[in-house]
């Protein structure tokens, strides 16, 4: 297992894949609509295995100490094989190196134990997507910021 960004053409080509197969899908949204204006600026993540990947995620970085996190996705058939946390640690990592005290994102309810277990904390409730998709706001403070 490796996790990096996608680099080839074909990687980026499995990687929006992915993220379009698992969160857009099956709400019947089309493809197009996995992506937005900040994917050039942002930093993507991609969990390989075997030339495949398995999991993808984005960091934003909205400013000097806060960091967000996107688009977490893990493959079906590879869900709760400890992928995601794996994934999440290594953006987590990722957000310690560069000095990003505070993490948030906005959780989907089904995946919000999934956080809590990494550490996040629920701020709100947030919005509701294609109208079914309950979202929480979470964030995850650096120990000594809180
Ligand atoms: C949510 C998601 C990213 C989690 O990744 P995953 O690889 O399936 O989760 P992991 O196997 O790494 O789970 C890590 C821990 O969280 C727990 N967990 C994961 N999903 C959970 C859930 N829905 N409810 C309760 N606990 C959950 C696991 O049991 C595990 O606990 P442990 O450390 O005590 O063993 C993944 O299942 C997914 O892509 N789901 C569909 C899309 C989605 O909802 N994405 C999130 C958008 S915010």
């Known amino acids: 297992m490796e996790i990096r960004s996608p680099q080839t053409p074909s990687e980026w080509e499995l ?3 992915l993220r379009y197969r698992v969160l857009r899908k099956p ?29 993808v995620g984005r960091l934003d970085v909205l400013n000097d100490s806060v960091g967000k996190v996107r688009y977490m996705a893990v493959e079906e058939t ?8 794996a994934l999440m640690e290594f953006i987590m990592a990722r957000c310690e190196q560069e000095n990003l005290h505070t993490i948030i994102l906005h959780a989907r309810e089904i995946a919000v134990p ?7 904390r629920i701020v709100e409730k947030s919005h509701l997507l294609f109208g079914e998709i309950q979202h929480y706001l979470m964030e995850k403070k650096k120990a000594s910021e809180n």
């Open 27 to 55: 709400w019947n949204q089309l493809k197009g609509s996995e992506r937005d204006e900040y994917e050039e600026e942002a930093a993507h993540f991609a969990v390989f295995q075997d030339l495949v990947i398995i999991a």
């Open 78 to 85: 590879f869900q709760g094989k400890n992928i995601g946390k």
């Open 114 to 120: 999934f956080y809590e277990r990494l550490g996040f």
């Open 15 to 17: 990687y929006y894949d």
